[in-house]
């Protein structure tokens, strides 16, 4: 199994579920006994880290994720994000006021069918309410028993100093891997100073290094990478000749597959770091657990920082649109 390490007040392997795709962001998402084969077969495996989010489905996701856990929820680490939601209308609403919190803690733990919250994130930054307000609300929750820790996502290194002044801050999560190297300006210093946890997602760099067949002509109509400028040509194009044909050449000398050498190299970046790779695919999910196995060189670690980074990989990783909503420096 992958190691155990220390996220908020417990140990958890460090490779855990993001279950955001089993209701959310890339097309249809499949039907609930099928993703209820995944979440089976993430117990199955040993994850113990669960992920949620109250935007994830507008509520259908913690709705799927908590009742399937039910019977072994003292076993799990269980996590969700609030502040972050869909209006009834379908648009994505942002609100940090206390009163807002509250009120999405209190539906999710409804939603989740549990007493308590093992780790709740501020999912953005609101910018009309104060870090210290929302942090501070959250602080009261956990005083009260509804939650256990507090997190940070997509948030920037000033932030999550402001954050940690109000309370301990367990865990940052952010997008990190191979081609999303922002958090490296000074998140990831943020978080050993402040003794926080990293959590990344898409760590697979939202399948480009997983699939490399991938063709975004085949993404779903709702599919979100259709409006991320990576998976549009020319930066597409450019990516796939300039990166992969080497990338595939290191996972063969490392004899792994393409994904896990990304999840891998993440594990490789420090003990205090975990990682939530997302899948709809039972099998997918039991490749992406056995990364943990996978032992890097230091050549080979290099040779990977040199192929992909934030000086060779063409294209923002969010239309600007997307990142003036996110609390976080861009290389």
């Not at 460090?14 to 979440?39: I, Q, T, W």
């Not at 009309?128 to 509804?146: A, F, H, M």
């Not at 595939?248 to 004899?255: D, G, R, S």
Request: aromatic share 6%; charged share 25%; with cysteine.
């Amino acid at each position: 199994m992958t190691d155990l390490r220390k996220l908020a007040y417990t140990e958890v392997p460090a490779v855990g579920l993001g279950c955001m795709n089993l209701s959310h962001a890339y097309g249809v998402p499949p039907a609930a006994e099928d993703a209820k084969k995944v979440l089976k077969k993430a117990l199955d495996l040993g994850i113990t880290h669960f992920d949620s989010a109250a935007l994830y489905g507008a509520g259908k996701n913690e709705s799927l994720v908590g009742p399937f856990l039910k019977p072994v929820r003292k076993e799990i680490f269980l996590v969700s994000k609030c502040v972050l939601f869909l209006d009834e209308q379908g648009n994505r609403r942002l609100d940090g006021r206390p009163e807002a919190i509250r009120e999405s803690v209190e539906a999710s733990l409804k939603r989740l069918e549990t007493e308590v919250i093992d780790l709740m994130y501020l999912h953005r930054l609101d910018p009309d309410v104060p870090i210290e307000d929302s942090v501070g609300t959250l602080s009261d929750l956990r005083e009260e028993g509804k939650i256990r820790s507090i997190g940070l996502s997509e948030m920037s290194a000033e932030t999550i100093h402001r954050a940690a002044a109000v309370d301990e801050i367990a865990a940052v999560q952010s997008e990190y891997s191979l081609w999303s190297r922002n958090v490296e300006i000074g998140v990831l210093e943020a978080c050993h100073e402040v003794g926080a946890a990293f959590v990344a997602f898409s760590p697979v760099a939202r399948g480009f290094l997983a699939d490399l067949n991938l063709d975004p002509q085949g993404f779903a109509e709702k599919d979100i990478r259709r409006n991320m400028p990576r998976f549009q040509d020319p930066h597409f194009s450019e990516n796939r000749v300039n990166l992969l044909p080497r990338y595939q050449e290191i996972a063969e000398e490392v004899c792994c597959t393409p994904a896990q050498l990304a999840i891998a190299w993440l594990l490789h970046r420090g003990d205090n770091i975990h990682v939530i790779p997302g899948t709809t695919s039972a099998q997918h999910l039991e490749e992406d657990w056995h990364a943990g196995k996978v032992i890097l060189a230091d050549d080979q670690i290099d040779d990977l920082d040199r192929l992909i980074n934030q000086y060779s990989v063409s294209g923002p990783r969010y239309a600007a649109a997307v990142q003036a909503q996110i609390d976080t420096e861009e290389f």
